[in-house]
Nanobody, 123 residues
Framework: QVQLVESGGGLVQAGGSLRLSCAAS????????MGWFRQAPGKEREFVAA????????YYADSVKGRFTISRDNAKNSLYLQMNSLQPEDTAVYYC????????????????WGQGTQVTVSS
């Protein structure tokens, strides 16, 4: 089992940057594939990015490709999401999630979730 806590959200102007962090506690963080998801008001939770357990491969939604970068530091039990060139449509609550095995883009495939961190991008 793993517990996840996100941080780093906030208010930023369009074109700005934020770096989200996800601190994991519990066993064997390095055995979990990790993902970032987001949910805007009135919308379903959507996939943002994922990374394999070793960090060797990453995957992105088309809407964030080239602007966001997912990374992890297994020695620090931490997951990150560097977000650049933020736009108002990126406004959402961002969640990190963990699953055993390979990455998936479906939120229902993830077993463990953080509480979320709010990202608001003003125009």
């Amino acid at each position: 089992q793993v517990q996840l806590v996100e941080s780093g959200g906030g208010l930023v102007q369009a074109g700005g940057s934020l770096r989200l962090s996800c601190a994991a506690s519990g066993r064997a963080f390095g055995s979990y594939a990790m993902g970032w998801f987001r949910q805007a008001p009135g919308k379903e939770r959507e996939f943002v990015a994922a990374i394999t357990s070793s960090g060797s491969s990453t995957y992105y939604a088309d809407s964030v490709k080239g602007r966001f970068t997912i990374s992890r530091d297994n020695a620090k039990n931490s997951l990150y999401l560097q977000m650049n060139s933020l736009q108002p449509e990126d406004t959402a609550v961002y969640y990190c999630a963990a699953r055993q095995g390979y990455y998936r883009s479906s939120s229902s495939s993830y077993d463990y979730w953080g509480q979320g961190t709010q990202v608001t991008v003003s125009s």
